[in-house]
């Protein structure tokens, strides 16, 4: 099993660019997040999805959009990339929403310039 | 919602010593308690849990303790080692909601 995969590993964009970061999880999990981790602030949840077909705002969902394609795909969008967009991007799962572990991907480095 | 906050933001301690890192939640009905640890370059990985329930708990050199009256957690690391040279993050969560992180405490093991 690969576990949680993310794509790209790195990313560097203009500002008002766009970009979709694409995440995957083979482990038949039902919830899947997204954080952002930045020097100092740990990590912080951007949005999350508890089941197929849900999602919801986690602490710092400004500037950003969330797809749930299937039960193993979880995308997030930045459609005018920021400087202050500058972050590591993790993406995690998790059996359900109360489940104890959560299981990170390798995380994608995005720079804004 | 949950806050947490965690100390100290860096640690330094000599190779064999015991380390110590402290949380605190602000919700009394949070009821589990993660500590994620981080590699350089690499994902958080969990390294042990608690529950509510449960005021200890240990696995080989390291333990986290619970004290819901004053709603902190800590977590335990004896002998260290270089290995153990890391970024440690504790979290809570509320029944069903996603966990609250804290900032991460930068540990280095000086051999």
């Known amino acids: 099993n690969a576990g949680v995969t993310q794509t790209p590993k790195f990313q560097v964009l203009k500002t008002g660019q766009s970009m979709t970061l694409q995440c995957a999880q083979d482990?038949?999990?039902?919830?899947m997040y997204w954080y952002r981790q930045d020097p100092g602030m740990g990590l912080r949840l951007i949005y999350y999805?508890?089941?197929?077909?849900?999602?919801d705002k986690g602490e710092v969902p400004n500037g950003y959009n969330v797809s749930r394609l299937n039960k193993r795909e979880f995308s997030l969008r930045l459609e005018s990339a920021a400087p202050s967009q500058t972050s590591v991007y993790f993406c995690?799962?998790?059996?359900?929403?109360?489940?104890?572990?959560?299981?990170f991907g390798p995380g994608t480095r995005l720079t804004v310039t | 919602g949950e806050n947490v906050e965690q100390h100290p933001s860096t640690l330094s301690v000599q190779e064999g010593d015991s380390a110590v890192i402290k949380c605190t939640y602000s919700?009394?009905?949070?009821?589990?308690f993660p500590w994620y640890k981080q590699e350089l370059g690499k994902r958080p990985q969990l390294i042990i849990d608690?529950?509510?329930?449960?005021g200890e708990k240990k696995d080989q050199r390291i333990a986290v303790t619970l004290n819901k009256t004053a709603k902190h957690f800590s977590l335990h690391i004896t002998e260290t080692q270089p290995e153990d040279s890391a970024v440690y993050f504790c979290?809570?969560?509320?029944?069903?909601?996603?966990?609250?992180f804290g900032k991460g405490t930068r540990l280095s093991v000086i051999a």
């Open positions: 979290a809570a969560r509320l029944r069903s909601t996603p966990l609250v």
């Open positions: 999805s508890a089941s197929e077909g849900t999602t």
């Open positions: 482990m038949n999990h039902n919830s």
């Open positions: 608690i529950r509510s329930n449960v």
């Open positions: 919700d009394s009905a949070s009821n589990y």
């Open positions: 995690a799962s998790s059996e359900a929403i109360g489940s104890q572990e959560q299981y």
